[in-house]
């Protein structure tokens, strides 16, 4: 079967490192993708893994085991407009399938 | 201008009525996705399209019939929907395989 698991909510300070983790059983897996999603506002790309190891992307990175079904999105001197959720995303299958997780609600605090 | 443009941002409709949902992308890629979005929940993938020619229909009710007249454009038609289908309903397009997809807005829709 097909499942993305991830934490509901977290909570971190204003200037601090956050991991969000991301575990995944989906068949045809082609990569794994990382979303934001602003309340009210359409998911916005941060980043796509397909092989194993750590992509870097300014204050985020994100990292892939596929042998485990493991990704973590790393933020880094954490902003207040970084509160959002987090979607993590395993592509399936052809053309870009994605099936997604429930995301996870992120709260920066000063 | 965004890529992905959806029309109406927000629709509100009885359970008898007939309305179409929107999308245009300006990206020139060949792949383009309903979702829906439910709250508390994750991401639905309900339709994919690929060169036009519908790829995937994720057992969506026969009461949600989509239209792709070319690769820039996607409908979603509605008609005698139920009110546990209120949602946010947002159209995707991605250029292939390992690359992202872009996101509309999403059109609100309530069903009274």
């Known amino acids: 079967g097909q499942n993305i698991d991830q934490p509901t909510e977290m909570t971190a300070t204003e200037g601090a490192i956050v991991q969000i983790n991301c575990t995944y059983q989906t068949s045809g897996f082609n990569g794994l993708f990382w979303y934001q999603q602003h309340a009210g506002e359409a998911p916005t790309f941060l980043s796509y893994?397909?092989?194993?190891g750590l992509e870097e992307k300014g204050r985020f990175s994100s990292f892939l085991s596929r042998s485990k079904g493991y990704s973590y999105l790393l933020l880094k001197e954490l902003q207040m407009k970084d509160s959002a959720s987090y979607l993590c995303?395993?592509?399936?299958?052809?053309?870009?399938?994605?099936?997604f997780g429930a995301g996870t609600r992120l709260a920066v605090h000063p | 201008e965004t890529g992905v443009t959806q029309t109406p941002r927000h629709l509100v409709m009885g359970m008898t009525n007939k309305k179409s949902l929107k999308c245009e992308q300006h990206?020139?890629?060949?792949?383009m996705y309903w979702y829906k979005q439910s709250a508390k929940k994750p991401l639905e993938l309900m339709f994919v399209?690929?060169?036009?020619?519908?790829?995937e229909n994720n057992s969506v009710p026969s009461r949600f019939s989509p239209e792709c007249p070319n690769s820039s454009h996607l409908f979603l038609h509605l008609h005698t929907l139920q009110p546990e289908d209120s949602a946010l309903y947002l159209c995707?397009?991605?250029?292939?395989?390992?690359?992202?997809?872009?996101f509309g807005q999403g059109t609100r829709l309530t069903v009274v």
């Open positions: 399209y690929n060169f036009k020619e519908q790829t």
């Open positions: 893994n397909v092989l194993d």
């Open positions: 990206l020139g890629h060949n792949a």
């Open positions: 995303a395993s592509g399936s299958g052809g053309y870009n399938k994605l099936i």
């Open positions: 995707a397009s991605s250029q292939d395989v390992g690359s992202e997809a872009f």
